[in-house]
């Protein structure tokens, strides 16, 4: 076989002879469901990638989160693939997440390495930081997510931080529950939209000793805001990697660390070692379950300024779908050193959670109330209403005191038909609710 490696004298004739793949849907940890499904309940779908090959002994396994992954597996993808050595194909980032993570798994068990020796650059740590991650939440329900982490090893956590909740509430919350050592990531995905809006409430959080960096405070396109802020700012300033951008903000050195993000390996690799040659610091953001967080750890090992906490969401959900839990000690997560992954498929809770569709379950009609702090409640019918509100149409303050965001369930009731009929129109006042509509 051409380019086939000699291994002990014998040479190897590895070929990929199928290609499966299949869709489970695992369910969220139960205190964050509620949450996640407000805007992020489609990462549970996840599609399988088996890949077996021409030696009996090695079988790799991928997974796509079908709605989020930077790229889907397609079918001319798996045609072209099969019949072919799986080492051909390591560096295509257009494979799709799940046959990438795949292929890499079966060419490292055939040469007998982790996944980490066939990246081409050394390994620089044998224990990645790795961070909790929770999506907009009360502030009591955030310490009970930082209770768990500290009980399974984490000391770090990156919350996302929206108008809706009083984030300084928030992060005292957490601060209350956790020790000095316990770092606290705030992401506000641009809500704070300007650095005027924005210097204030970032100054004022440097009151507590846990917050670790400020995540895209601004809109991610302000590069001229991003200056102004950084050197206005007590704590680091993190933006996510864009190739279009990344000249200007280096040349201004308007940021201190970025999220590295939204490709496959080869992407991954080029966008950190383009921080690292201006020594900038970052972290991995690959979500998934415990085959992506071991996919991950593979190139935190070798990427020598991946030393901000890696973010793969594993903790939301209620199986990490590997027989071996990923060992987390004093907020490091081991990287794998068995061949391929390194880690072990549960076939047994790959099956439980089998489904027969991609398509995102139905989650419940709910009237969202969001309590500005001051006497005033605005109403909506969904959590993408509520953004634009805030953010696009810029409607609400950025960070208001004693905010709160509390939601309700259809009841089956016409007055609850009918109000959230009116809210699919527009947002409402609580002055505008009809008396008798549900509040």
Known sequence: MRGAPNIGGKRMTLRVTDIERFVINVPFRHRVRPWNELLVAKWGVIE???VTTS???IVGYGETLVHYTWQQVADETVGRVIGTNPAEHLADDSLGAGLQMAL???VGQALGVPMYRLLSERKVRDWCPISWWN???PADLLAEEARDALAEGYLAHKIKVRPWFDVREQVQAISDVTPESYLIDLDWNGMLRTPGEALPVLRELDAWSRVGLFESPIRQDDVIGHAHLRGRLPRPLAEHFRKDLFPVWMRDDSLDAFVVFGAGVSGLMRQGQLAAS???EFWLQVVGTGLTTAF???????LSHATWPMVTGMNTLADDLIVEPIEIQHGLARTPERPGLGVTVDQEAIEKYRVDTSDVPETPLRILRFDLGDGRRRYYADMLQLWRDCR????MPVQPRNASLSFHDDDGTQEFAETHRRLRS???WDMDLAPAAWT
């Open 296 to 302: 991950t750890l593979h190139m935190g090992a070798v």
């Open 48 to 50: 399988i990638i088996k």
């Open 392 to 395: 696009e149409d810029r409607n």
């Open 426 to 428: 527009a947002p409402l």
């Open 55 to 57: 030696s009996r002994d």
């Open 278 to 280: 201006f020594n900038k």
């Open 135 to 137: 999506t907009k939440m």
């Open 104 to 106: 890499y798994d079966v």
